[in-house]
Each structure stands twice: as structure tokens, then as C-alpha cells.
């Protein structure tokens, strides 16, 4: 194990660097020293596989702590209309997509489905990497894209379902679907009721014994035990984990944790962007590459389109939905979570499998030079656009500014609102702050030095 580190890390370094110097994405750097070390490019892997995908999952936990940190639930309330209709759209599009190729390359209804499921969600860990190495985080797009992918994580576990029942049954069980849509939103409302009630006034009451060891290893705790939660309830660890760094973020050491985790968080995201490069079979890659190539191109254009259009339809101004749509343009984790679904099932074609591990691959790789092209496409929309289109781009610019500046002003009544009346009195209910005060009381009593 310490060898696998040694052999990653070092070829990591190496070739992240030699990247840098020729000012490309460390990301891409991270993938060819996953095709270095794998299996396919020397005939023989210099790892464990399985050591570097367990690494990588965690990884991809880590990263959506953190993401979940620099979220705030408010700001997921205040983008529910660009979040509802952009993934609705790009899922829904992107469905029928990818239904469309699965029938044109002459699979069964089931094997369509799957190549539907499978093109239809871009990675969260791969946008969010490839938003912070471009410098854009802090631009206006970035909440808004974050909450479409949030909803896609929440859609895709509803999608899980509905392929299982699809591929075993070859029928669609609309019954099943519902309980575990039910099921869905009463375990997040549930988590979040719980979370936001009981852990930031937790974290008040011990604030004083927080040194940076204790404070890390209590959030790391807290999101482990979030994501076994969520996998015992059926759900994506991957959502579990989002979830507790949400709640995290309401408290006061939000920022202290999100700086804590930040090198932990880059070491297994690195970890996990080479378990992708060591999925890439340069034999692969010649035999099926038109196919590659084709399914790589539907996924670039119709991730632009539908989500341009979603989060146009959505109410973003148009260089945000351009800029949020062409960060979308790449599938991963969750495409190799389907087609492992799929492969499981015994449903799906051999063939499908190797393409479309290569078209991520092949849209992660382009990912950062297509998000360049953003602003330059927009600029180029609008010049050339007829005049009618580009009164509404500007009238949905000022109408997007107004709104900021009006959410920027100070509020003098808002302690006195009644929403935050109510959340004022739910947390100190009687129930909350004795089960806080028993919980320290306990810990003291266990305590040695006490």
C-alpha cells in the first residue's frame, strides 16, 4: 500500500508539473499519469487497482464535504427555479439524447435506456475541480450550477430505481418509484431538520475546546457517519456526504473546516482523477473510435444546448448559462455507477462499457478548454444575434442586477422576520438544548482530566 502511494504521488507530481509548466489543467496531468501507472499502456499495472479505487471514492466524498461546505442550504432555496428547470432540462434532453444513439446503434429498448442514464449527468467532482482551476470560483454562474448538479445527484438516485425495475422486470413499476421518491425527500428533510437543529449549537457549546486536530477529526467523523447513514438508507454516499458538509457550513467553523480540509480534499481528488486515466485502453480507443468520438460529441453539444437553455429558461442571464453549460460538458462518476448497474443486471452490452469510459475520459480531457471558450462564444452570440435577442439578454442582465443589488441591501427587520422567529424558537426548544446539555455532560463525565 505505501508502494501504491509512493508510485502515484511521485507520478503525479511529475507529470502535474511538467503540465503546469506548459500551462495546461492540472486535472489532465492527474489522467496520463493514470494511463502511466495502469494496466493498459505498458502491459502490466504499477499499483493495486483496487487500492487506488477505494482512494478514489474517497476522494469523491472528500470533494462533495466540501463543496457541501461552501454551500449554503439558503443559497440552494434562492437558485430552486435556475436548479429545478436547468436539471430538469439537461437530464430530460440529455435522456433523450442518448436514447436516440442507443436506437441508432441498434440496441434493445433496455440497453437505450441505460446509454440514456449514462449520458445524462456531468460530474460534480470534474466541474467543480475544473471551475476552481480556471480561477472562476468566485463568479456569479458558480452557485447556480451548483445547485443543477446537487439536484442531478438527488434525480439520479430516483434514476437508479426506475433502470433497476426497468432491466429486471422490463417493465416501469411506478409504484416503487414513488415510495422511493417519498422516501427520498422524508430522509433529506429529516437530515437536514435534525442537522441544522442539534450540530451548530453542539459545535457553539465545544467551540472552546476546538483546536485544529479535534476539529477536523470531529468533521470527518460527522461526514463518515452521514455517508453510512445514507448508504444504509439505499441512497448515494455521495449525497450523504454533501449533506452533512451543508449542514457544517451553518455553523460558526464553517470556514475553519473548509480550510482544514482543503489538502486532504486535493490529495484524494488527485487520487481519484488517476483511477479515470487508468480506465483508458489505448486498445479500446482504436478499435471503437468513431463510436467514441460520436458519443463524445452528442454529450459536448447537447450539454451546451440543454443547458444553456435550462438555465436561460431558469432565469440566469445568458454568459452565466453559457458558462454553467459549457463547465457540463463531461460524464463521470455517475455513468460508471450505471453501467456497473447495468453490468451487474446482466443487461448491459458488452461494448457499451469500454465506450463510454473512453468518452468521459475524452470530455474530461476537453472539459478545461471548452470552458475557455465560454465568454468568447458569448461574445460572439451576442454580437451576432438579431436585435430583438439581444434587447432580452440585456433586459435578463438587468433584471438579474437589480435582483442582486436588492438581496445585497441590509435589512433592518430581518432578525425580527418571522422565519427566523420560528428558527429561533425550534432551536431552543426545551428538547434541543437538554439533549445538547446531556450530550456535553456525558462527554465530561467521560472525560479524564475532568
Known sequence: MVQDLYVLMITAA?????????????????????????PHLFGETLVNEENVKQWGDIGVLFVLFCIGLEFRLKNLISSGKVAAIGALTIIGGMMLLGYGVGKDAEFDMVNSLFLAGMLCMSSTTIVMKAIDEAGLSKERFVK???SILIVEDVVAVVLMVLLSSIAIRHQFEGAELAGKVVDLAITLVAWFIC??????????????????????ILALGLCLGMVLTAEEAGFSSALGAFVMGSILAETVESHRIEKLMTPLKNVFAAIFFISVGMLIDPSALAEYWISII?????????????????????????????????????IGEFSFIIAALGTSLGVLHPVIYPI???SSVVTTFLTPYIMKAAVPCYTFLYNHAPASLRAKIDKREQQVAEAEAEAAKPSGDTKNSLAERVRHAVRHTFITKHLVNLFIKNMSAHDPTS
Request: aromatic content about 10%.
Open 14 to 38: 511529475v507529470v502535474s508539473i511538467l503540465f503546469k509548466f506548459l500551462k495546461q489543467p492540472v486535472v489532465l496531468g492527474y489522467i496520463v499519469a493514470g494511463l502511466l501507472v495502469g
Open 144 to 146: 447556480g450550477a451548483t
Open 195 to 216: 442537522g441544522i437543529l442539534i450540530i451548530p449549537t453542539l459545535i457553539r457549546k465545544v467551540k472552546k475546546h476546538l483546536n485544529d486536530e479535534t476539529l477536523i
Open 294 to 330: 460520436y458519443v463524445s460529441l452528442d454529450i459536448i453539444i447537447g450539454m451546451i444546448l440543454f443547458g444553456t437553455l435550462g438555465c436561460w429558461w431558469g432565469g440566469q442571464t445568458m454568459r452565466d448559462s453559457m458558462l454553467t453549460s459549457f463547465s457540463f460538458v463531461q
Open 356 to 358: 463510454i469510459v473512453a
